[in-house]
């Protein structure tokens, strides 16, 4: 039978590889990309930072324009409760609660159980410290296990032969 380290070793040499392959690929693209965005900034820059300028005035202009038709249409509905003051404009109605928080968590407790989320995060921190201390939050429904997840080194260079570095 051959040995399972072996494969292990072949595997990452693979892996090994292919990273520094990735990486001599990212690097030349990042390369070209610096080359292409110096010559349009060299052709174009100008022009762009003019542009540039001129989308950021016509947001603000849109943006004014906008907040004044939205004013002028929630005004009239005031006075005139028409939810139709021009063929472009529409006013909607939407159903909005305010509440206390921690009153409607009561009430949920006791009468809605259903409407509550559990926050897992907060639950996992909590039984895991029971477990660890015991007492009245050492839950037995709670099972703690160890589960194995496989961490690969980033940097696998010494798998690498001479001439696959990623100089």
């Known amino acids: 039978m051959t ?3 072996h494969f292990m070793y072949q595997a990452l040499v693979d892996l090994a590889q292919a990273r520094a392959i990735q990486e001599q690929t990212k ?3 990042a390369d070209l990309k610096a080359q292409i965005d110096e010559l349009v900034e060299e052709r174009f820059g100008e022009d762009r930072e003019n542009l540039l300028k001129a989308l950021d005035a016509s947001d603000s202009s849109v943006a004014r324009a906008d907040s004044n038709v939205r004013d002028m249409a929630a005004r009239y509905y005031g006075e005139t ?7 472009a404009v ?4 939407f159903i909005v609660l305010s509440y206390v928080e921690a ?3 009561e009430f949920c407790r006791l009468s809605a159980p259903k409407a509550l989320k559990l926050d897992k995060r907060a639950f996992e921190k909590i039984a895991k ?9 050492d839950l037995d429904f709670v099972v703690i296990e160890t589960e194995p ?3 690969v080194a980033s940097d696998l260079s010494a798998y690498l032969t001479e001439g696959e570095t990623n100089d």
């Not at 409760?81 to 063929?87: E, G, I, Q, V």
């Not at 529409?90 to 109605?93: A, Y």
């Open 129 to 137: 410290v029971g477990k660890e201390a015991g007492g009245p939050f």
């Open 3 to 5: 040995d399972p380290k």
């Open 149 to 151: 997840r496989v961490a």
């Open 27 to 29: 690097k030349l693209y």
């Open 90 to 93: 529409t006013i909607k109605e």
């Open 103 to 105: 009153q409607a968590i």
């Open 81 to 87: 409760a028409d939810k139709h003051p021009c063929p």
